[in-house]
Structures are given as C-alpha cells and as structure tokens.
C-alpha cells in the first residue's frame, strides 16, 4: 500500500476558520437552538436530565439510581446553551470543576483526554459564564494532561490513541482557540498525526468497516467520532471523508456486528471479538448505536446508509434516559430512511478479516462471523478461525470472561485458542511464555501463539503503527482470508489459518465454511501436522449443554437449537468439558475469580481415534428454532481426492489438496471460491 503524502487542509495558520464566537464545537447557538425544534422530543428528555435528575451516589450498570456527572453535564451545557439559562450554566461549571479539572491529572492507560473533553465541552457550550479565573485553571488542566501524559497511547491500533487522548485533546483546542498561544500548534500536531499516521492504520486494519481492535471500537468510536463532527464543524477539515475505507463503511459493519433480538433496555449487543464484555447493558451499547446514527447523518445522502437508517429506526431511543443527549445532537429525524430490503445479507471487511452474514434483517433471523485476519493490536485474542452463531439466543459462543489484563484466566484461558471456535495442535513440548507479559507459568492449550516479547512493540502485542506493522510482517501477518462469496442461497468463505500456530508442529490448517440460508452450515478443515502425534482437536464453545449422543449432539439455549453433527472424522472421540470441568486442561483448572453475564457452558472438543498427519474434520451445524426436533442428516463420500456431503438436496465437494469445491443445490451447481475476497 503506498502511504499517502501528507497535504494538509488545517495548519496553524489556517485558525482563523475557527468561529471566534461560542457555542462553536457542534454549532452556533442559533443551530443548537434547531435542534432543539426539529428534535422536540430529545431536547425535552434531555431538559429533564438536565433540570430534574439526580446524580446517582454510585453508578449501576443498569442506571437505574441515577445520573454519572458526566451526563447530567453535559445535558446541563447543552440545555444552558440552547435555553441561555445563566444558573443551569453555572451548576455545569461547578461539576467540571467538582469532577474533573478540580481534582489531580490521571496519568497513564485511563482516559485522561476523556477528563479534557469533559471541561472543554462544558467551557465551549457556555463560554461566557466562565471567569476569568476558571479559564485560567481550565488552560492549565488542559495542557497539564497533555505535557504529564505526552508518551501515552502512542499507537493508532490501539483504542487508546482514539477514546483516552486524542478526542478530548482535540475538544480542548477547539474549545480554547485564541486564548492561549499553545492550542494552535498542539492542533496541528494532532491533525497532522491522524492524517500521516492514524488514517494509515485505519486503512490497514479497518478498510470494510471492521475493526481489528474488536469489541473496543463501541468504546472509543462515538468519543472520536464527536471529535471529527467538531473539527468539521469548525475547521471545515472532515476526517470521515479522509478515510472513506473505514468512516463509510463503519455503520455496516457495525450493524452487521448487532446480533439479532433487542435485550435489556430495548438495546443491541454487539458481538465481541477479543477483549471486552458486552453482555449485559453498559453504557457502550448507547455509544455505538449513537455513533451508527451520527455516521448515518453524516452520510444521509447514500442510499446504503438510509437503509441502515431503516434498521436503526427499530430502536428509536438510547437504553438510558440520561443518555438523550446524544439523541438530541445526533438523531437526526430529517435523514432519509428506506428499507432494511435494501441491506445485503453479508458484509464482509478486509481490514481485520471479518465476514458476517444474515438469514435476512428480521429479529429472528439465524446470524454468523468468521474471523480470519491479520494480528494488529494487544487486545486481540489468539483466535483466528474463530465463528459465532446466533438464532433467537447465542448458540455457538466463546470462553470465558475478560477479568483481568494478564491475569491466570484470561492469559490461561479467555484470550487463548482454547477459549474460541478453532483447531487445537498439541505438540507436548511447545512452550508458551511472556503473554501479555504475565511471568508465571503459562499452560499448553495447543493453540496458536504470538512473540508476545517481540522489541518491534511499543505496547504488548500491538503493531505500533502501519510503518512498524509493515517493516515486521512476518510476525503480524498471521492469515489470510481466501475466497468470501454471497450466492443469495448460501455464502461461501474459506480463510488460511495456519501461520498463527508455531511452523514447528503445523502445516496447514485452512477453514471453509457454507451457509445455506437460512440456517446451516457446512464447515470443512484440512489440518495437517508435523508430526502424527500431535493430538488435533476441533472446538465448539455451546452455551448450554448438549443433549444427544455423539456423533449427533444438540444445543438449546432459550428459543434457539444449534443441531451439531460430527460428519469426520468417523468415529471421532468427543469429550464435554462442563461444570467443574469448563475451565479445565491439561490437568490444570483456570477458573474466572469474576464473571459477567452469560457463558459459554460447554467446551466440546472433537479428535480424531486414530493419529495421522493429516485429518479432516466436516460438521454440519443446523440453527433451528427451539422446537425443532430433527434435521437433514448429512452423509459423506469420502475419496483420495475429494470429499462430498450431501445435505437433503445439496451436494457439496471440497477437494482435500487445496480450498475450494463446489455446490449443487437443487440441481444447480456453482464454483466455491470464484470471488476473491474484497470483490462483492
């Protein structure tokens, strides 16, 4: 990829398209004070967060016994803003203080440009309320956090770059332009780092909308997001249209990243690939729908983002009232809405190697990821092959809970091969060591393995930046996604998973996957091992125990039932790790010391009866409402060069020297892996 020169549209001497005037960060007062017309129904909700709500002692989860400061603030600026209330402008002042600029600088991996952005949201919106020496103290905080934390969050791949610095760090200039003579030259500074640097890694890691930092982009993104927002709206430099790759495809991947059915709160939950949580109502869930509208705004005139409108229209509020503010600057009732029709049915996202698929935009509709990509950022997971599937309830999940950074459940357990979707190799002699820096012992799972110590990384497993990532490749570029194709009936990807395992005990291990919609997938696995010894294991997370008896087992978790049969290899060994056995391996237990939400209940782990170098693992698995009680049994013909199932009226082959194959259903046959991946 050639790196685009830096020409740069801001520069300090172009400040003077800064408004002089405040409010300036999301518009003048006379814009506020029109969305305050047009959007009656926000400015009311957040007019009563801002006059009536009490802060709450302690924050609940659920945000059931109060207002966070942080909200009640901000709603307080925005009303005083709009209403030029001189009283509820002055109490927003006292909790920036009381909060934020009052108190020490935090220091370090915490989101001390998020304490920035607090103050300068708060100093923007009502301006001149402030005293002259509340502005004195306001510059010298801003600065403050910026000189005592200049080495943090050095890298782009990174959440922190996004959602702890640069998105209050940014605020603060805007908010402080013409006051001091610092802000001029710390705004260039960061406009020309996103531009050469940050939209570089965008690139890399996010072209398709995806992200390789996983769950932690419903963190950082409406945060950042809000930034860029600002930054048009002042400068007249807009970020999202720098980096289309990403900005214009974030909201469908984002919604694509949704799983099916509203939960608490009448909220979406986001899949979670690597660290995070997500399973019960946070406040990241109001941030990521807020910052799917405000893409959608920002792109009204796309037919494919007013088609994404459709589908966020199902959800008409944020989970938390206190969060209405956000509604009030960002849902915009003028955007254009058509139809969730219009939507594909798959999305697949280059950048990370994701492919998602739906059985249609219904509720009830049967989901799917795969994952198979590049290795980016220290939150990422050693996962690669992984899949989730979702139909009415989650039904194939993953392992364990994200407790600790380096903790012995996480290094041992959750962010291991162990804990996901994948293939295990065991060769008894492999080491793993240093993971996320952890010291102690670290166990053998079989799973794939990373140079954690590796000097090429300025944080624990991150790329640095594009240049770095690229100057060390051969340690980053750990898989490849092969083929992905959507034939309406099914979709097809095929992903090479086997340069994320240790060259000493694998070969190969390539994955494809057919989903015939609406609810069956053929997964086919070609593995082949140094050494015949090397015990090789294909996993299943279930999140409810299976009932049935191998080589037919079923999962039912609520309303949904995942039918799981074992087509190869004959007569496999199956093993259910559950209850006091979940967390165990290798004569080890790595239990969680918490847990949060749902869990995976059952690690099925299939082998082969006999040792050899190369084994073939093909599952058919049927997502199904819970009342179904059978479905079409798979049979398979096994020969020298190919392998065929047939399904009911489908025939699939894959070959067993390379991916690929094709699919006949009905009569009608097609070529598995015509199109490449990155050409819909």
């Given at each position: 990829?050639?790196?685009?020169?830096?020409?740069?549209?801001?520069?300090?001497?172009?400040?003077?398209?800064?408004?002089?005037?405040?409010?300036?960060?999301?518009?003048?007062?006379?814009?506020?004070?029109?969305?305050?017309?047009?959007?009656?129904?926000?400015?009311?909700?957040?007019?009563?967060?801002?006059?009536?709500?009490?802060?709450?002692?302690?924050?609940?989860?659920?945000?059931?016994?109060?207002?966070?400061?942080?909200?009640?603030?901000?709603?307080?600026?925005?009303?005083?803003?709009?209403?030029?209330?001189?009283?509820?402008?002055?109490?927003?002042?006292?909790?920036?203080?009381?909060?934020?600029?009052?108190?020490?600088?935090?220091?370090?991996?915490?989101?001390?440009?998020?304490?920035?952005?607090?103050?300068?949201?708060?100093?923007?919106?009502?301006h001149e309320h402030w005293?002259?020496?509340?502005?004195?103290?306001?510059?010298?905080?801003?600065?403050?956090?910026?000189?005592?934390?200049?080495?943090?969050?050095?890298?782009?791949?990174?959440?922190?770059?996004?959602?702890?610095?640069?998105?209050?760090?940014?605020?603060?200039?805007?908010?402080?332009?013409?006051?001091?003579?610092?802000?001029?030259?710390?705004?260039?500074?960061?406009?020309?780092?996103?531009?050469?640097?940050?939209?570089?890694?965008?690139?890399?890691?996010?072209?398709?909308?995806?992200?390789?930092?996983?769950?932690?982009?419903?963190?950082?993104?409406?945060?950042?997001?809000?930034?860029?927002?600002?930054?048009?709206?002042?400068?007249?430099?807009?970020?999202?249209?720098?980096?289309?790759?990403?900005?214009?495809?974030?909201?469908?991947?984002?919604?694509?990243?949704?799983?099916?059915?509203?939960?608490?709160?009448?909220?979406?939950?986001?899949?979670?690939?690597?660290?995070?949580r997500g399973r019960f109502?946070?406040?990241?869930?109001?941030?990521?729908?807020?910052?799917?509208?405000?893409?959608?705004?920002?792109?009204?005139?796309?037919?494919?983002?007013?088609?994404?409108?459709?589908?966020?229209?199902?959800?008409?509020?944020?989970?938390?009232?206190?969060?209405?503010?956000?509604?009030?600057?960002?849902?915009?009732?003028?955007?254009?809405?058509?139809?969730?029709?219009?939507?594909?049915?798959?999305?697949?996202?280059?950048?990370?190697?994701?492919?998602?698929?739906?059985?249609?935009?219904?509720?009830?509709?049967?989901?799917f990821f795969f994952k198979?990509?590049?290795?980016?950022?220290?939150?990422?997971?050693?996962?690669?092959?992984?899949?989730?599937?979702?139909?009415?309830?989650?039904?194939?999940?993953?392992?364990?809970?994200?407790?600790?950074?380096?903790?012995?459940?996480?290094?041992?357990?959750?962010?291991?091969?162990?804990?996901?979707?994948?293939?295990?190799?065991?060769?008894?002699?492999?080491?793993?060591?240093?993971?996320?820096?952890?010291?102690?012992?670290?166990?053998?799972?079989?799973?794939?393995?990373?140079?954690?110590?590796?000097?090429?990384?300025?944080?624990?497993?991150?790329?640095?930046?594009?240049?770095?990532?690229?100057?060390?490749?051969?340690?980053?570029?750990?898989?490849?996604?092969?083929?992905?194709?959507?034939?309406?009936?099914?979709?097809?990807?095929?992903?090479?998973?086997?340069?994320?395992?240790?060259?000493?005990?694998?070969?190969?291990?390539?994955?494809?996957?057919?989903?015939?919609?609406?609810?069956?997938?053929?997964?086919?696995?070609?593995?082949?091992?140094?050494?015949?010894?090397?015990?090789?294991?294909?996993?299943?997370?279930?999140?409810?125990?299976?009932?049935?008896?191998?080589?037919?087992?079923?999962?039912?978790?609520?309303?949904?039932?995942?039918?799981?049969?074992?087509?190869?290899?004959?007569?496999?060994?199956?093993?259910?790790?559950?209850?006091?056995?979940?967390?165990?391996?290798?004569?080890?237990?790595?239990?969680?010391?918490?847990?949060?939400?749902?869990?995976?209940?059952?690690?099925?782990?299939?082998?082969?009866?006999?040792?050899?170098?190369?084994?073939?693992?093909?599952?058919?698995?049927?997502?199904?409402?819970?009342?179904?009680?059978?479905?079409?049994?798979?049979?398979?013909?096994?020969?020298?060069?190919?392998?065929?199932?047939?399904?009911?009226?489908?025939?699939?082959?894959?070959?067993?020297?390379?991916?690929?194959?094709?699919?006949?259903?009905?009569?009608?046959?097609?070529?598995?892996?015509?199109?490449?991946?990155?050409?819909?």
């Open positions: 990829m050639t790196k685009p020169a830096y020409n740069s549209i801001f520069s300090p001497l172009a400040t003077q398209q800064i408004p002089h005037e405040h409010p300036r960060l999301f518009g003048s007062r006379a814009k506020l004070q029109q969305f305050a017309r047009q959007r009656a129904e926000a400015y009311r909700r957040t007019s009563k967060v801002a006059r009536e709500m009490p802060i709450a002692d302690a924050i609940a989860p659920d945000f059931a016994t109060g207002l966070s400061p942080a909200n009640k603030m901000i709603s307080q600026a925005l009303i005083a803003a709009i209403d030029e209330d001189a009283k509820l402008a002055r109490e927003a002042i006292d909790l920036a203080f009381a909060h934020w600029i009052g108190k020490p600088i935090n220091i370090g991996h915490i989101p001390f440009g998020s304490d920035v952005a607090m103050g300068a949201l708060v100093y923007d919106l009502c005293t002259d020496d509340e502005r004195k103290k306001f510059h010298a905080y801003f600065f403050a956090n910026r000189d005592q934390n200049v080495d943090e969050e050095p890298s782009p791949f990174h959440d922190g770059w996004w959602g702890y610095k640069n998105w209050g760090l940014l605020l603060g200039c805007l908010a402080v332009m013409y006051e001091t003579e610092k802000e001029p030259f710390m705004l260039y500074g960061i406009d020309r780092e996103f531009r050469y640097v940050a939209a570089d890694c965008l690139r890399l890691a996010g072209t398709g909308g995806g992200y390789a930092e996983g769950f932690y982009v419903n963190y950082y993104l409406f945060e950042w997001l809000m930034a860029c927002m600002a930054m048009k709206e002042c400068t007249g430099a807009d970020y999202l249209e720098f980096v289309p790759e990403f900005y214009k495809q974030r909201a469908l991947a984002g919604i694509f990243e949704y799983y099916p059915t509203k939960r608490e709160h009448d909220t979406r939950r986001s899949i979670c690939v690597g660290d995070g109502y946070r406040s990241e869930r109001d941030r990521t729908l807020a910052a799917h509208r405000l893409l959608v705004g920002k792109f009204a005139k796309d037919p494919q983002h007013q088609a994404i409108n459709a589908f966020l229209h199902r959800q008409p509020h944020l989970g938390a009232f206190e969060n209405s503010w956000m509604e009030l600057l960002w849902f915009d009732p003028l955007v254009k809405k058509t139809t969730v029709e219009k939507l594909p049915l798959s999305h697949y996202s280059s950048g990370p190697g994701y492919v998602y698929a739906r059985s249609s935009w219904e509720e009830d509709a049967t989901y198979c990509g590049k290795r980016f950022t220290a939150h990422q997971h050693l996962d690669v092959g992984h899949f989730y599937i979702f139909k009415n309830s989650e039904l194939a999940g993953e392992g364990g809970h994200y407790v600790d950074w380096s903790g012995p459940h996480d290094i041992n357990y959750y962010l291991r091969t162990i804990a996901h979707n994948s293939v295990l190799i065991h060769d008894p002699k492999e080491k793993f060591t240093f993971i996320r820096g952890y010291t102690d012992e670290i166990a053998n799972d079989g799973g794939q393995k990373f140079p954690w110590p590796g000097t090429c990384f300025r944080h624990n497993g991150d790329g640095g930046d594009a240049d770095q990532w690229r100057r060390h490749r051969e340690l980053m570029d750990i898989a490849d996604m092969l083929a992905y194709e959507d034939k309406g009936t099914y979709m097809y990807c095929a992903g090479d998973c086997s340069r994320a395992y240790s060259k000493d005990k694998l070969e190969y291990f390539t994955r494809q996957i057919v989903f015939i919609r609406p609810g069956t997938f053929v997964i086919f696995d070609r593995v082949k091992s140094r050494q015949p010894s090397f015990q090789k294991t294909w996993v299943l997370h279930a999140m409810k125990p299976p009932t049935g008896k191998a080589p037919n087992l079923v999962v039912t978790n609520g309303t949904g039932k995942l039918h799981l049969q074992t087509v190869l290899p004959v007569k496999a060994e199956v093993k259910l790790n559950q209850g006091e056995g979940l967390y165990s391996y290798g004569g080890k237990n790595f239990p969680p010391r918490l847990k949060f939400g749902d869990e995976a209940e059952c690690r099925i782990e299939i082998s082969p009866a006999k040792p050899s170098k190369v084994d073939y693992f093909l599952h058919v698995l049927t997502a199904t409402d819970a009342g179904v009680e059978s479905v079409p049994q798979a049979v398979a013909k096994v020969a020298a060069d190919k392998i065929t199932v047939t399904l009911g009226n489908t025939t699939i082959s894959f070959p067993t020297a390379k991916v690929g194959g094709s699919i006949a259903i009905r009569g009608k046959k097609s070529t598995l892996g015509s199109v490449k991946p990155g050409k819909e």
